[in-house]
């Protein structure tokens, strides 16, 4: 049984904000198995935010990031390797494989990222063009804007 409902009614007096609809039905949607491995979203400053994924056991070769259409894609996996003379006996690190998706808002990009004590840190930077800033609009008192048709 499923829960979705629709959120067209929140936005008919909007303009621009088909995307932010889109982020507010991702949210709600439950993905199973999206909560391995554990991560933090943190914001360092107006336009500075940080993405931590804890990557226990794995290196930088075992880790891929790709950014396409918008959406950040962190994976991984445990390349086989089979160490010679050990057997666990009880092995607790998890070294399954993952993928994580994070859809990035408008004007976002991926900084650097690295990988250290375990924690892959991923920086991303909103970096916003001049023609998408807000511009203060002059009022003219008595003059009617000319419109064309």
Do not use: C, W
Not at 28 to 42: A, C, F, I, K, T
Not at 51 to 57: E, L, M, R, S
Request: glycine content about 8%; proline content about 5%.
């Amino acid at each position: 049984m499923t829960t979705a409902f629709s959120l067209a009614p929140l936005f008919r007096s909007s303009v621009g904000f088909d995307r932010f609809n889109d982020l507010f039905e991702t949210a709600l949607r439950n993905e199973p198995g999206s909560s391995y491995p554990p991560y933090n979203v943190e914001k360092h400053g107006d336009d500075q935010y940080r993405i931590v994924v804890a990557a226990a056991g794995f290196q930088e070769e075992d880790l891929e990031l790709q950014v396409e259409k918008g959406v950040l894609t962190v994976s991984g996996g445990k390349r086989e390797t089979k160490a010679e003379n050990v057997s666990y006996l009880h092995q607790g690190i998890a070294q399954r494989a993952f993928k994580l998706s994070f859809r990035l808002a408008d004007h976002i990009e991926v900084k650097a990222a690295g990988l250290s004590n375990g924690l892959l840190n991923i920086d991303l930077l909103r970096v916003v063009p001049e023609e998408a800033k807000p511009k203060r609009i002059a009022i003219n008192a008595g003059q009617q804007p000319a419109l064309q048709h």
